[in-house]
Each structure stands twice: as structure tokens, then as C-alpha cells.
């Protein structure tokens, strides 16, 4: 009895310490001693929600299976994961419990529960198949994945801005919204909003607590990635690990996989998923005979959720397609009933639909040419495929242009681009393109080749009718890793005999090569992705055809055994291996370096200075309302609960109207374009980028500026020309002032100007102190004319002889100035501007040895570094002209005064200047209270802002509606129903992604009722379509108190409205899980 018992104590523990229980104690270990931090314990979390739990039940649908392969095991988790993790976070949001530590304990609990189930009562005991040299290439890859994501630093785009605020928001408040609004097509906002990647990105930022960087979401999908192109070439090559490894380590080592993965979109994801579907699809093809209903099922499921993810029809067309075929050709409905069933769920709904949509649309506009009846038909038929061509090839009212209005070179530079042979090498792309004939032979490979093939096709029309070139490579990320895989599979099995496709290859290679130099040139361009120099992209592709045209060249005689029969070599092994080799080393290094160029050169790897805004947001008090043109500011931002971020408003009088509603606030502003960008796109930069550092109520910039100087800096000088003329300088009398002409004085403002008439007026200081050599210098000159001028210098140090050291220079009309400084050369920036408008302007020139820095009007507006240090020497003869260049060339206009400094001025310096010269008027809305060069912060005057305990305000009604105007529906209605206990007034503030309004409310006792309608786009910028995107309604009373916040847009999914998005996902998950139960039988 006690050997008995002793032995089942040592099956059980033999138990314990099988691979599958082992990795499932492993993981709870790590989860209990994760705790300790905060980093540890956001990765625990991480590995539980996007692989735990999906292995844990993979592991229990799979446990009487005898053998199992490892990384379609690591596949199946991951996806069942994704699909677990947003439908936990959905059931929370639609009860409303949802939170950060709400999901991370739910997910816990549930992975604790699976796995002692597992470990303790399942004891699964099939063998998990792998390779040590694909798993350590596994591992390998997904280190080089984090290490390149956490090596560089990280901008936001819009559309990232526009997920990642979404997502958060969702957290918070519990509801979704669209990531875009399209007019008349509300009902399908489940499919066009992308409302499950804005799932998966909570279910991302919930897991890990916001610790780990926003990218590491397609940590994942980077995985999925990996172990599908593997299960793929295995498919391809019958387990020839060998050929698989080498071809496995080129695909997944494209650039685009490593720069794509670094932004937060969703085509990461996507053509993660469709590789995943491709896989399952040609596995279900072993042979024309025998087709895999599981894997087929489980093909259309990773379909179905890629349609969730974006609503993209490209794969599942091409899929489609090729499986129609083959089911016809090969009578696929014969091979049982479950084979007949399925290809009529495939099929039917199909046929079905164009039977009764697209062919009566098409029939009512060119047989009965009823234009009124085909407008119904229009909106829901000529967005489908075959409308989509139809549209294409004829001419239509919805036609923008047909194939026939493009030039052939434009045709060309799409195909290449989806084709990417800059990035797969010609040779790979000629091989992708002769991929169907190369792989006929074995049923998988002919179907993944037509499946890619007639992805390309539709891919090239559908980019084509858009004419939407810049996002080619970002949505065809799938497909140009499907043609990699094709061509290099056609590669290897052309070398293993079928040498005339070797032949046709390197006439297809050249052909490429001729036509990509012809569309480049047109083009001027060469990708949209990192936008590689021409000069370097011609040398690239010159130097890969030589190389591999030799290369190939060598297999050509290896296959001849030239070298065996003329005694060169005793065996052709040893060339074969060579060529191998250098070949794909080539095609790895150019991989690598393509990806480090990406890397090194993509504008949004770069911080765009946002640090330094984060921390002029971080370091406010209490609530408070902050506009900025750094649309992703939020996202850097720690305490966003107590900051309402608005965008600018798109012009400049509505900017003001803000200002004089009174709301203390602050206004954060970047100078860089790309951190602005969407501001610079809706104009707004225009104004922003104008306004003057003190803004009142009347134009300050007609007040005659106050005479003063920085007693705190090493002034050399400082000449007041109004009231008097007299020179005050700290270096005694050492300085002598000359007047020349007979300067007119003039009453302006209670105040007396010395008039430069442009014809012999002008000043001159001079004297020994002047002659000593300056390394720092800081010239200010308050000037105004209305006179267009032409290389007229307002002050200049030099000679009489018509050479400088230094001067402010005013030229071309009067709209360009420039501080020179000579050194072995003349450095100018120059400033462009309208500075002949009759208003006082404060022009400061900053030289410090190395830069120079110009301000204008209290801003800084250029800098230059200089080539070399530069030190100013006078020598005799040295003077500094007011007026005047060396005496000739007069200013016509009027000078307020100058200030010369031996020193250097700093933004803070020409700020502090800037208001005291304009006087303390009465009048402030706002004064800048921090400038540097990369933004300025303006302190809004006005009353706080306070959440109002008993506001007697209620929203009862908000909703957006198209409205027709003329013809079509090309406006938006934004309707807002208010109850309110009393009357008050107040301002309306609508901010959407793009720009804000503010608009003056009148608000009733009882019932009110606003109505607003937008144009969906003005000059191509988005007005009403962002009003429809997403708007937060905000309502302020004159006295501070915020008394209405609210959310509208095309479609707010909340409480029960989230079960559109939840059960899709959960009946894809109970059927993935279920056919994987069943395949295992």
C-alpha cells in the first residue's frame, strides 16, 4: 500500500512538472512576486491579458490531442486572448464597472482559475512539437522587436491621437465613439468605426497601468505575426526547416514590419490577422480531394474579426475569390454536406447581393439613365466591389476620374509601391509575379499564390480609384509580405531545377528595374513611407541589379556544370552553398539598413520638443482650461482630470471672442509644424503664430512704445528719438552723437516723433569704447514706416566706406528683414513679413559667438548657427548709424529708440522688454508669461474655472444630423436641447479633434433649444465632418461654472449599444474555440 501510494505521489509530482503545468506555475509565480513593482507588475498583467488566458484555454480545448505544434500553439493563444481581453473590458463598460483595477483583477482571477483547473484536474499530456534553432530565431526577433521600439522616441500622429483619446476616454466614461463620420452611413458605424481596436487599446493601457509605452500593443500582433509566416513556409516546404528558417528571418525582418509597429494603428494588427487567416486558408488546402473544413472555418472567423478591427475588404475579396474558383473547378460542394453547407454560407449572401442591389443600380443608370432613382442605389452599391469598378472604368456622377484619365507613369508608381520592390529587391518581386506558374504544382502553394496575386490586382485598383498614394505601404502591409513570401518560396523551388524560371526572372528583374527609373523620375518620389532620396534609391537598385544578376548568373552555370566538366571545382555544393549565402545576406543587409534608415529618418520617431510643453502643462494648478495647437499634448499630460484641453479656433476673431468671454486659461503654443499638424492644416497656425505677446482690447501696436532700457544687462548705448534725442550710455561721454539732415518732429499720441524723411536724415554714434571686441551683442530698435523699402538699415555698425560688422537690415518693400553679423562671411536669416502696415514693431538681434537669434515683436521667430565662432572687432573708423547705411541709403520711417548691449538677451528678457514698453494698459486679455523657441505660453485673464455643485442646468438632447443643401447632403446639423431653472449667461464651447468654437449663450428659464449647421468641409478642411467625428459640448457661466459637459457624435455606443460590438466578438471567440476543439478529433 505505501509503494502504491508513493508512486502516485511521484506521478503526481512527474505531473507538476510537465512542460504545460510547469509554464502555467511559472507564470502564477511571476504574477504573485510581480507585486513588489509597478513595472513587473504592468508586464505581468500584460502577458496574462494578450497570451495567458488564450493558452490556458487553448490547453483545455486541446488536451486529449497527442500532438501539438508549439507555435501554432502561441498563435491560437494570442488570438483567443485578443478576443478574451475585449470581451471582458466590453461586459465591464456595458455594467458600467469598468477600471483599471477592476480588469487587471478579473483577468487574474480568471487565469488563476484556469490554470489550477488545468493543473489539477485536465493534466493534459500531448507532446508540444518544435525546433530549438526556430525557437531561439523566435525569441531572438521578439527582443530585437522591443529593443528597436524602446530605442527611439515616439510623436503621436492624428490618427493615433484620435485612437488613444478615444480609448481613454472609453476607460473613463464607459462609451465609444467612431474614429470617423461619414454622412448617410450611420448604420454601419460598427464596422467603420473601428470600435474593437479602440477595445483592444484599453484592454492595453488597463492591463498595464499605463507603464508600458502605448506601441507595445503590437507586441502581440508582432507575435501572431511571426508564428503565422512560420506555419506558412512549413506549409510551403513540408518541414524543410532549413529553406523555412532563412526565408522566415528575410520576410520578417522587412522594414516596414519594424517602422509600422511603432505606431499605434491599426494596420499593424492587420495584416497580422490577415497573415494569421492566410495561414488557416492554404492549410485547408492539402490537395484538390481533400479539404479542411476547421481550417477553413477558422480562416473566415480571423476575416471576420479583421472587418472589426477596419472595415477592409481587400483579403477577404481576394480569399474569397480564390476559393470560389477552386470550389467550382474541383467541385468542392460534392465532398460532403458540410462542405456543400459552407459554400453556400460563402457564396449566397454574395451573389444575393448584387443580384438585387448592384445590378438594378447598374441597370437604372445605363439602361434607364434614371439618375433620381439611382441616387437611393448610390449609397449603398457603388462603395461595393463590383460598383467600385464599374465606377472606375465608366464615367459616373460619383466618378472622381476613370482609368483612362490616369497617366500611365501614376499606374506604375502604385503598382510598384504595393509591389515594393525597393524593399524585396527586384529579383524577389520578378519571382512574386511569376509566383502562380513557379507553384502550380502543389495545391497550398497554388492557392497562397492566387490568393496574393488577386490581392494585388484588387489593391492596384482600389488605390488607383482613390488616387490616395500616401498610405499605400501602411494598408498594404499584408499583401507586400505575402508577395515577399511567394517570391522567395518561388525562388528556392526554382532553384531546385526549373531553371527557365530563373531566366524569365532576370528579363522580369531588369523590366522592373527600367520602368521604376522611368516612374521615379516622373514621380520625383520614391516610397511615402520614409521618402528615400532618388539620387540614393537609383544607386541602390543599380548596385542590387548587379549584384544579383551576377549572382544569379553563378546559379545559372552551377546548374550547367560548366565548373565540374572544365575541372574549376570537384563539386557543385560548395558554389551552391556560396551563392546561398551571399545572396541572402544581401537581402537581409538591405533589409537592415533600409529599416535603419526608416528609423533614423521617420519625422515621427523624433520628440518635436514636446517635453518641453509637457512641462509648462504639467506644472498647473487647479482647474483649468488650456487651448493648444499641440494636439497630442493630452497624451504627455499627467494631470489631465483637472485640465480641459481645447483645440484653437480656426480664425482669428473667434480666438478673441474667446478672450473676451473671460475664462481664466492658458494658451500652450508649439512652433513646430509637425506637433501642430493639425492645426497648420485647418490654418489655424496662421493667426497663432501672429499674435502679438500682450493681447488687449485695443490694437496696442498703434501706441507709441515707452523709451526704456535693461538696467540689468551691459548696455553700450540706448537713443531715444521720441520726445528727445538725447544718447544716455554708462560709458560716460566717451560717446559722441551726430545728427545729420534736419529730422522733422512730429505729435503722435501726446507724444513727439523724430521723423526720418529717406532723403538725408540719420544718426551716428561714435567713440573709443565702441572699438572693443564683442563676443556677445543684443541690438533692439523700435521703428514703424509705411514705405516699401529696399536694403535700408535701421542700425549698423561699419564704416563709411559701405561695410559692416553688423546691422538690422529692412528690404525687398519692406517684407523682409535680417540681423547680419559678419565673420569669414556675412550671416543674414531673414525674417519675412509685412512691416510697411504704419505700426510700431520691436525687431531684437541676439549674436552670442555661435547662433543668432532674431525676435520679433517680443517673439523669437529665426535662429542660425553659425559655421565657425565668430568674434565682432571694430577697428578706426567704427561707427554705429541709425538710419542710414554708412551714410547713404536712408530709412523713411519712423525709430522709437535703440538699444545696443554688449550682452545677450534671453526670451524672458525680450518679453519683460516687450511689455514694458507697451505700457500697463487696462485693456489685457493676455500676456505672455514664457517664450522660448520652440513655444509660447499666454496667461488668459478671467475667473476661474468651478465645477458647479447645483448648476439648474440639464442637457436634455444632443444629436447630429446630415442636412442637405443644393443637390446633397454636404452639411451637418448639430441640434442641443437645454432645461434650465433660470435664466443666465454664458459660453458655448464645441471642441472637436480639429478646432474649437465659442459661441455667447443666452440661456432661458425652461426650455432652450441651439441649432448649429456646418459645412462638412471648407476648402477641403473637415468642419462638419469633425463636428460629426466627435464633439465635447461644454456650457460656462459669465461667472466661471462649468454647468454642462457633455460627448455627441455620428454614433455613441454606451451601455447596452456596446452589445453591437460585443457579441460579434464573443460568438467569434465560442466558434474559434469550438473548431479548435473539434479539429483536435
Given at each position: 500500500?505505501n509503494s502504491?501510494?508513493?508512486t502516485?505521489k511521484?506521478?503526481?509530482?512527474?505531473n507538476?512538472?510537465?512542460?504545460i503545468?510547469?509554464?502555467?506555475i511559472?507564470?502564477?509565480?511571476?504574477l504573485?512576486l510581480s507585486?513588489?513593482?509597478?513595472?513587473?507588475n504592468?508586464i505581468?498583467?500584460?502577458?496574462?491579458?494578450f497570451?495567458a488566458i488564450?493558452?490556458?484555454?487553448t490547453i483545455?480545448v486541446?488536451r486529449?490531442c497527442c500532438?501539438?505544434n508549439?507555435?501554432?500553439l502561441?498563435?491560437?493563444s494570442?488570438?483567443?486572448?485578443?478576443?478574451?481581453s475585449?470581451?471582458?473590458?466590453?461586459?465591464l463598460?456595458?455594467?458600467?464597472?469598468?477600471?483599471m483595477?477592476?480588469f487587471?483583477?478579473i483577468?487574474?482571477?480568471?487565469?488563476?482559475i484556469?490554470s489550477m483547473?488545468i493543473i489539477f484536474?485536465?493534466?493534459?499530456r500531448?507532446?508540444?512539437?518544435y525546433?530549438?534553432?526556430e525557437?531561439?530565431f523566435f525569441?531572438?526577433?521578439?527582443?530585437?522587436f522591443?529593443?528597436?521600439?524602446?530605442?527611439f522616441?515616439?510623436?503621436y500622429?492624428?490618427?493615433?491621437?484620435?485612437?488613444?483619446?478615444?480609448?481613454?476616454?472609453?476607460?473613463k466614461?464607459n462609451?465609444?465613439?467612431?474614429?470617423?463620420y461619414?454622412?448617410?452611413r450611420?448604420?454601419?458605424d460598427?464596422?467603420?468605426?473601428?470600435?474593437?481596436?479602440?477595445a483592444?487599446?484599453?484592454?492595453?493601457?488597463?492591463?498595464?497601468s499605463?507603464?508600458?509605452p502605448?506601441?507595445?500593443?503590437n507586441l502581440?500582433?508582432?507575435?501572431?505575426?511571426?508564428t503565422?509566416?512560420?506555419?506558412?513556409?512549413?506549409?510551403?516546404f513540408?518541414?524543410?526547416l532549413e529553406?523555412?528558417i532563412?526565408?522566415?528571418l528575410t520576410v520578417?525582418s522587412?522594414p516596414?514590419i519594424?517602422?509600422?509597429?511603432?505606431?499605434?494603428?491599426?494596420?499593424f494588427?492587420?495584416?497580422?490577422l490577415?497573415?494569421?487567416?492566410?495561414?488557416?486558408?492554404t492549410?485547408?488546402?492539402?490537395?484538390s480531394?481533400d479539404?479542411n473544413?476547421?481550417?477553413?472555418i477558422?480562416?473566415?472567423v480571423a476575416?471576420?474579426t479583421?472587418?472589426?478591427?477596419?472595415?477592409?475588404?481587400?483579403?477577404?475579396i481576394?480569399?474569397?475569390?480564390?476559393?470560389?474558383i477552386?470550389?467550382?473547378?474541383?467541385?468542392?460542394?460534392?465532398?460532403?454536406?458540410?462542405?456543400?453547407?459552407?459554400?453556400?454560407i460563402?457564396?449566397a449572401p454574395?451573389?444575393?447581393?448584387?443580384?438585387f442591389?448592384d445590378?438594378?443600380?447598374?441597370?437604372?443608370?445605363?439602361?434607364?439613365?434614371?439618375?433620381?432613382?439611382?441616387d437611393?442605389?448610390?449609397?449603398?452599391?457603388?462603395?461595393?466591389p463590383?460598383?467600385?469598378?464599374?465606377?472606375?472604368?465608366?464615367?459616373?456622377?460619383?466618378?472622381?476620374?476613370?482609368?483612362?484619365?490616369?497617366?500611365n507613369?501614376?499606374?506604375?508608381f502604385i503598382?510598384?509601391?504595393?509591389?515594393?520592390p525597393?524593399?524585396?529587391t527586384?529579383?524577389?518581386s520578378?519571382?512574386?509575379l511569376l509566383?502562380?506558374?513557379?507553384?502550380?504544382?502543389?495545391?497550398?502553394?497554388?492557392?497562397?499564390?492566387g490568393?496574393?496575386l488577386?490581392?494585388l490586382?484588387?489593391a492596384?485598383?482600389?488605390?488607383l480609384?482613390?488616387?490616395?498614394y500616401y498610405?499605400?505601404?501602411?494598408?498594404?502591409l499584408a499583401?507586400?509580405?505575402?508577395?515577399?513570401?511567394i517570391?522567395l518560396t518561388?525562388?528556392?523551388?526554382?532553384l531546385?531545377g526549373?531553371?527557365h524560371?530563373?531566366?524569365?526572372?532576370?528579363v522580369?528583374?531588369?523590366?522592373?528595374?527600367?520602368?521604376e527609373?522611368?516612374?521615379?523620375a516622373?514621380?520625383?518620389i520614391?516610397s511615402?513611407l520614409w521618402?528615400?532620396?532618388l539620387?540614393n534609391?537609383?544607386?541602390r537598385?543599380?548596385?542590387?541589379n548587379i549584384?544579383?544578376s551576377?549572382?544569379?548568373?553563378l546559379?545559372?552555370?552551377d546548374?550547367?556544370?560548366?565548373?565540374?566538366?572544365?575541372k574549376?571545382?570537384?563539386?557543385?555544393?560548395?558554389l551552391r552553398?556560396?551563392?546561398?549565402?551571399?545572396?541572402f545576406?544581401?537581402?537581409?543587409?538591405n533589409?537592415?539598413d533600409?529599416t535603419?534608415?526608416?528609423?533614423?529618418?521617420?519625422?515621427?520617431f523624433?520628440?518635436?520638443?514636446?517635453?518641453?510643453?509637457?512641462?509648462?502643462?504639467t506644472?498647473?494648478?487647479?482647474?483649468?482650461?488650456?487651448?493648444?495647437?499641440?494636439?497630442?499634448?493630452?497624451?504627455?499630460?499627467?494631470n489631465?482630470d483637472?485640465i480641459?484641453?481645447?483645440?484653437?479656433p480656426l480664425?482669428?476673431?473667434?480666438?478673441?471672442?474667446?478672450l473676451?468671454?473671460?475664462?481664466?486659461?492658458?494658451v500652450?503654443?508649439?512652433?513646430?509644424v509637425?506637433?501642430?499638424?493639425i492645426s497648420?492644416?485647418m490654418g489655424?497656425n496662421e493667426?497663432?503664430?501672429a499674435?502679438?505677446?500682450?493681447?488687449t482690447?485695443?490694437e496696442k501696436?498703434l501706441?507709441?512704445?515707452k523709451p526704456?532700457?535693461?538696467?540689468?544687462?551691459d548696455?553700450?548705448f540706448?537713443?531715444?528719438c521720441?520726445?528727445s534725442s538725447?544718447?544716455?550710455?554708462?560709458?560716460?561721454?566717451e560717446?559722441?552723437?551726430t545728427?545729420f539732415?534736419?529730422p522733422?518732429?512730429?505729435?503722435?499720441?501726446?507724444?513727439?516723433?523724430?521723423?526720418?524723411d529717406?532723403?538725408d536724415?540719420?544718426?551716428t554714434?561714435?567713440?573709443?569704447?565702441?572699438?572693443?571686441p564683442l563676443?556677445?551683442?543684443?541690438?533692439?530698435?523700435?521703428f514703424k514706416?509705411?514705405?516699401p523699402q529696399?536694403g535700408k538699415f535701421l542700425?549698423?555698425?561699419g564704416?563709411?566706406?559701405?561695410?559692416?560688422?553688423?546691422?538690422?537690415c529692412l528690404s525687398t518693400n519692406?517684407?523682409?528683414?535680417?540681423f547680419?553679423?559678419?565673420g569669414?562671411?556675412i550671416?543674414?536669416?531673414?525674417?519675412s513679413g509685412?512691416f510697411n502696415?504704419?505700426?510700431?514693431?520691436?525687431?531684437?538681434?541676439v549674436f552670442?559667438g555661435?547662433s543668432?537669434?532674431?525676435?520679433?515683436?517680443?517673439?523669437?521667430?529665426?535662429?542660425?548657427?553659425l559655421?565657425?565662432?565668430?568674434?565682432?572687432?571694430?577697428?578706426?573708423g567704427f561707427?554705429?548709424?541709425?538710419g542710414?547705411?554708412?551714410?547713404?541709403?536712408?530709412?523713411?520711417?519712423?525709430i522709437?529708440?535703440?538699444n545696443?548691449?554688449?550682452?545677450?538677451?534671453?526670451?524672458?528678457?525680450?518679453?519683460?522688454?516687450?511689455t514694458?514698453?507697451?505700457?500697463k494698459?487696462t485693456?489685457?486679455?493676455a500676456k505672455?508669461?514664457?517664450?522660448?523657441?520652440?513655444?509660447?505660453?499666454?496667461?488668459?485673464?478671467g475667473?476661474?474655472i468651478?465645477?458647479?455643485p447645483?448648476?439648474g442646468?440639464?442637457?436634455e438632447n444632443?444629436?447630429?444630423?446630415?442636412?442637405?443643401?443644393?443637390d446633397?447632403f454636404n452639411?451637418?446639423?448639430?441640434?442641443?436641447?437645454?432645461h434650465?431653472?433660470k435664466?443666465f449667461n454664458?459660453?458655448?464651447?464645441?471642441?472637436?479633434?480639429?478646432?474649437?468654437?465659442?459661441?455667447?449663450l443666452?440661456?432661458?428659464?425652461?426650455?432652450?433649444h441651439?441649432?448649429?449647421?456646418?459645412?462638412?468641409?471648407i476648402?477641403?478642411?473637415p468642419?462638419?465632418?469633425?463636428?460629426g467625428q466627435?464633439?465635447?459640448?461644454?456650457?460656462?457661466s459669465?461667472?466661471?461654472?462649468l454647468?454642462?459637459n457633455?460627448?455627441?457624435?455620428?454614433t455613441?455606443?454606451k451601455g447596452?449599444?456596446?452589445?453591437?460590438?460585443?457579441l460579434p466578438?464573443?460568438?467569434l471567440l465560442l466558434?474559434?474555440?469550438?473548431?479548435?476543439?473539434?479539429?483536435?478529433e
Open positions: 500500500m502504491e501510494k508513493k502516485v511521484i506521478r503526481y509530482f512527474k507538476l512538472l510537465s512542460p503545468n510547469f509554464t502555467l511559472l507564470l502564477l509565480i511571476f504573485l507585486s513588489v513593482s509597478a513595472i513587473l504592468s505581468s498583467c500584460f502577458l496574462v491579458s497570451f488564450g493558452f490556458s484555454i483545455l486541446k486529449k500532438e501539438v508549439l507555435f501554432e502561441i498563435m491560437d494570442v488570438f483567443i486572448s485578443l478576443l478574451v475585449v470581451s471582458i473590458i466590453l461586459v463598460a456595458l455594467l458600467s464597472l469598468n477600471s483595477k477592476t487587471s483583477v483577468q487574474l482571477v480568471v487565469y488563476a484556469f483547473f484536474k485536465v493534466n493534459p500531448f507532446k508540444i512539437r525546433g530549438k534553432t525557437l531561439l525569441l531572438f526577433l521578439i527582443l530585437v522591443i529593443g528597436v521600439n524602446i530605442s522616441d515616439k510623436f500622429t492624428p490618427d493615433e491621437y484620435f485612437y488613444l483619446k478615444n480609448s481613454l476616454d472609453f476607460i466614461y462609451y465609444m465613439t467612431p474614429i470617423s461619414t454622412p448617410l450611420s448604420f454601419v460598427v464596422l467603420y468605426g473601428r470600435f474593437l481596436w479602440q483592444t487599446l484599453a484592454s492595453f493601457i488597463e492591463a498595464t499605463i507603464q508600458l502605448y506601441y507595445f500593443v502581440p500582433f508582432f507575435v501572431l505575426l511571426l503565422a509566416v512560420f506555419n506558412l513556409l512549413r506549409l510551403l513540408d518541414g524543410n529553406n523555412v532563412v526565408i522566415w520578417c522587412n516596414l519594424f517602422i509600422l509597429s511603432h505606431f499605434i494603428l491599426v494596420d494588427a492587420l495584416a497580422s490577415s497573415l494569421f487567416a492566410v495561414y488557416w486558408f492549410r485547408a488546402f492539402k490537395s480531394g479539404v473544413l476547421y481550417c477553413l477558422k480562416c473566415f476575416l471576420l479583421m472587418l472589426l478591427f477596419k472595415f477592409n475588404l481587400l483579403l477577404l481576394a480569399i474569397w475569390i480564390a476559393f470560389v477552386f470550389a467550382f473547378r474541383n467541385k468542392l460542394y460534392r465532398l460532403s454536406k458540410w462542405h456543400k453547407c459552407l459554400f453556400l460563402v457564396t454574395v451573389i444575393a447581393y448584387e443580384l442591389l445590378i438594378p443600380a447598374l441597370f437604372t443608370y445605363y439602361v434607364l439613365h434614371n439618375l433620381q432613382l439611382n437611393l442605389f448610390a449609397r449603398y452599391v457603388f462603395f461595393s463590383i460598383g467600385l469598378l464599374v465606377n472606375f472604368l465608366f464615367r459616373t456622377p460619383w466618378a472622381s476620374r476613370t482609368w483612362f484619365d490616369i497617366p507613369y501614376e499606374k506604375l503598382f510598384f509601391n504595393i509591389l515594393s525597393e524593399l524585396m527586384p529579383i524577389i520578378s519571382f512574386a509566383s502562380f506558374l513557379v507553384l502550380r504544382k502543389k495545391c497550398e502553394s497554388k492557392m497562397l499564390a490568393a496574393s488577386i490581392a490586382s484588387i492596384f485598383i482600389g488605390f480609384s482613390s488616387g490616395n498610405d499605400i505601404q501602411r494598408d498594404m499583401v507586400i509580405l505575402l508577395l515577399q513570401i517570391g518561388s525562388f528556392f523551388i526554382s531546385n526549373r531553371r524560371f530563373m531566366y524569365a526572372s532576370m522580369l528583374m531588369q523590366v522592373i528595374t527600367y520602368f527609373y522611368i516612374v521615379l516622373n514621380k520625383n520614391t511615402y521618402g528615400t532620396k539620387e534609391m537609383f544607386d537598385l543599380l548596385l542590387m549584384v544579383l551576377i549572382l544569379i548568373f546559379i545559372c552555370i546548374y550547367s556544370r560548366l565548373l565540374i566538366r572544365f574549376i571545382l570537384n563539386s557543385n555544393f560548395t552553398t556560396l551563392i546561398l549565402i551571399l545572396l545576406s544581401l537581402l537581409l543587409t533589409n537592415i533600409l535603419s534608415y526608416g528609423l533614423r529618418n521617420n519625422t515621427y523624433l520628440d518635436h520638443r514636446m517635453g518641453d510643453i509637457t512641462s509648462q502643462a506644472n498647473l494648478e487647479g482647474r483649468i482650461l488650456v487651448v493648444s495647437n499641440a494636439y497630442a499634448l493630452p497624451l504627455y499630460t499627467l489631465t483637472k480641459i484641453f481645447i483645440s484653437p480664425s482669428a476673431e473667434e480666438f478673441y471672442s474667446f473676451k468671454a473671460g475664462i481664466k486659461s492658458k500652450i503654443l508649439s512652433n513646430d509637425i506637433a501642430t499638424w497648420y492644416r489655424s493667426y497663432l503664430q499674435l502679438p505677446p500682450i493681447i482690447t485695443e501696436t501706441k507709441t512704445p526704456l532700457f535693461d538696467e540689468s544687462k548696455l553700450l540706448h537713443l531715444s521720441i520726445n538725447r544718447i544716455y550710455t554708462p560709458l560716460n561721454s560717446l559722441k552723437m545728427i539732415g534736419s522733422i518732429w512730429e505729435n503722435e499720441n501726446q507724444t513727439r516723433l523724430m521723423r526720418f529717406g532723403v536724415d540719420y544718426i554714434v561714435s567713440g573709443e569704447p565702441l572699438l572693443s563676443q556677445k551683442l543684443t541690438v533692439e530698435v523700435w514706416t509705411e514705405k529696399i542700425v549698423m555698425g564704416y563709411n566706406n559701405w561695410t559692416y560688422d553688423w546691422g538690422v519692406s517684407t523682409q528683414m535680417s547680419n553679423v559678419r569669414r562671411k550671416y543674414n536669416p531673414i525674417i509685412n502696415d504704419g505700426f510700431w514693431h520691436q525687431f531684437i538681434g552670442d555661435k543668432i537669434t532674431i525676435y520679433l515683436d517680443g517673439k523669437p521667430v529665426k535662429s542660425m548657427m559655421e565657425e565662432p565668430v568674434t565682432i572687432n571694430p577697428s578706426d561707427k554705429i548709424y541709425i542710414s547705411w554708412s551714410g547713404g541709403s536712408k530709412f523713411d520711417g519712423y522709437g529708440f535703440v545696443v548691449y554688449a550682452d545677450v538677451f534671453e526670451p524672458s528678457d525680450v518679453i519683460e522688454q516687450y514694458r514698453a507697451q505700457g494698459g485693456g489685457i486679455l505672455v508669461i514664457s517664450a522660448t523657441r520652440n513655444y509660447v505660453v499666454f496667461d488668459v485673464y475667473k476661474g468651478y465645477t458647479s447645483t448648476s442646468i440639464t442637457v444632443v444629436y447630429i444630423r446630415p442636412v442637405k443643401v443644393g446633397s452639411h451637418t446639423g448639430l441640434s442641443i436641447d437645454i434650465s431653472k435664466s454664458g459660453t458655448l464651447i464645441l471642441n472637436t479633434y480639429y478646432f474649437s468654437k465659442f459661441q455667447n443666452e440661456v432661458k428659464e425652461g426650455y432652450n441651439i441649432e448649429l449647421i456646418f459645412p462638412n468641409t476648402d477641403s478642411k468642419v462638419g465632418l469633425a463636428i466627435k464633439t465635447e459640448i461644454l456650457i460656462l459669465d461667472d466661471g461654472g454647468l454642462a457633455t460627448i455627441i457624435a455620428s455613441v455606443l447596452l449599444a456596446l452589445l453591437y460590438v460585443l466578438i464573443i460568438l466558434l474559434y474555440t469550438y473548431i479548435s476543439h473539434k479539429e483536435r
